[in-house]
């Protein structure tokens, strides 16, 4: 770890809680250059739902290097480009009755937010966005405006404005939070003006993985409606299958003006980011939210391989079945360590135990990696063992896995 340390800016995060150099990557596992193999429970923070190098995406992509296809295309018209918006439309959107506009606003989570939230204050003319509490959404200027943590939003180094903050479904125990919003939308002397959008994780996973119940995000679309306020979705964690269906807002019924997704969508772990529009707020002109790098040619076949996975309902089948067997895991191992003062949490293959005992998750984390598996914290106080397998990922898996999990936690309460 010399070079990294020596050569490398102190701004470096995961090479830190992970000291080791990784060589090799396939479906849930990596080795490191000493060959000791790891279990992946981290999924590259979500971009890597299809698992590591995918057979036929990674034969796609070399097929298309080899001839010669074009690499670089800003939006350009190219053959990937077009195969992946047909794809997803036929897809995805068509059997969901879902009407959007497909906008690539560059590669990255952050860009996708930041376009989200420009083409809402361009269409309504207003300034403010409210978001919530133990938010995530991105570093750049207006993402981390709609960010709850306080030292990534000190780290913009200016004040955050045109932004304000509610508290996400139970952030406060037996108070109704959407109650609390609609007080503030309704009262003339609240100090809230009427905001351009709303935009929210349904669950958050930096945050904490905190998963909104479906009947508080119905209600919020229905305060949105009310108000003519834009309901903007930032699945870009969240989306593309990890909680069990493509698009994470599904199982509420709702229907959002915006959609943010990257991460996953790019198949294999390409950069690639979309931001889905109804067509009524697509008013763009043209080149007014643009970047270099939209036009990820090789993100795009990756990406639109991907989308077989979607063709029928086993593959959402298959991680709901997964899922299940993780929340019953979860659980038990919190009523077997009580020491542990645990809570199961989020949905999906996006869950996680949040340890009420300070430091302990780092803890069990650190020792998780020392014994082969990959896992991080998240949440305000890096409280939450959060669990974020790829989706591909086998009961043999998870379970070698959570096995891991258990052996840290016992050697770590011991």
């Not at 709303?198 to 904490?208: A, D, K, N, R, S």
């Amino acid at each position: 770890m010399k070079t990294f340390e020596e050569l490398e800016s102190a701004v470096r995060s995961y090479s830190r809680g992970w000291p080791t150099v990784f060589e090799k990557a396939k479906g849930y596992r990596l080795w490191d250059s000493d060959g000791k193999e790891y279990i992946d429970f981290f999924a590259g923070a979500g971009a890597l739902n299809y698992g590591h190098n995918n057979d036929v995406m990674q034969n796609k992509i070399i097929e298309y290097i080899q001839d010669d296809g074009i690499l670089h295309s800003l939006d350009m018209g190219t053959t990937p480009r077009k195969a992946f918006l047909e794809k997803f439309q036929e897809t995805i959107l068509k059997p969901r009755n879902l009407d959007y506009k497909i906008m690539f606003p560059g590669p990255t989570g952050t860009n996708t937010v930041e376009s989200a939230l420009k083409i809402a204050r361009k269409v309504t003319g207003r300034e403010t966005v409210i978001s919530f509490t133990n938010a995530f959404h991105g570093m750049t200027i207006g993402s981390l405006s709609v960010t709850g943590n306080s030292a990534k939003r000190k780290g913009a180094g200016i004040p955050l404005n045109y932004s304000v903050s509610m508290p996400f479904d139970n952030f406060v125990d037996d108070q109704d939070t959407i109650v609390y919003l609609e007080s503030y939308l309704e009262g003339s002397s609240s100090g809230v003006d009427l905001p351009a959008a709303i935009i929210l994780e349904t669950v958050q996973g930096e945050g904490g993985i905190n998963a909104a119940r479906m009947e508080w995000l119905q209600k919020v679309e229905e305060i949105c409606k009310r108000f003519n306020i834009l309901l903007i979705i930032d699945d870009v964690q969240a989306g593309c299958g990890r909680t069990g269906t493509f698009f994470s807002f599904e199982p509420a019924g709702i229907n959002p003006d915006i959609v943010c997704l990257s991460k996953s969508i790019g198949g294999i772990g390409l950069p690639m980011a979309i931001t889905l529009i109804k067509p009524e707020y697509d008013q763009w002109g043209p080149g007014e939210h643009n970047g270099t790098f939209r036009g990820n040619n090789l993100a795009f076949l990756a990406a639109t391989e991907a989308l077989t996975y979607w063709e029928t309902e086993a593959f959402s089948v298959s991680i709901r079945e997964r899922a299940s067997f993780l929340k019953e895991s979860i659980e038990t191992m919190i009523e077997k360590y009580p020491a542990l003062n645990g809570e199961a949490r989020g949905r999906g293959l996006m869950q996680g135990i949040a340890v009420h005992v300070d430091d302990l998750a780092g803890k069990i984390c650190a020792e998780a990696f020392q014994r082969g598996l990959i896992v991080e914290t998240s949440g305000p106080k890096d409280e939450v063992v959060k669990f974020l397998p790829p989706l591909i990922i086998d009961e043999a898996g998870l379970n070698k896995g959570l096995q891991i999990l258990e052996d840290s936690i016992k050697h770590v309460l011991a």
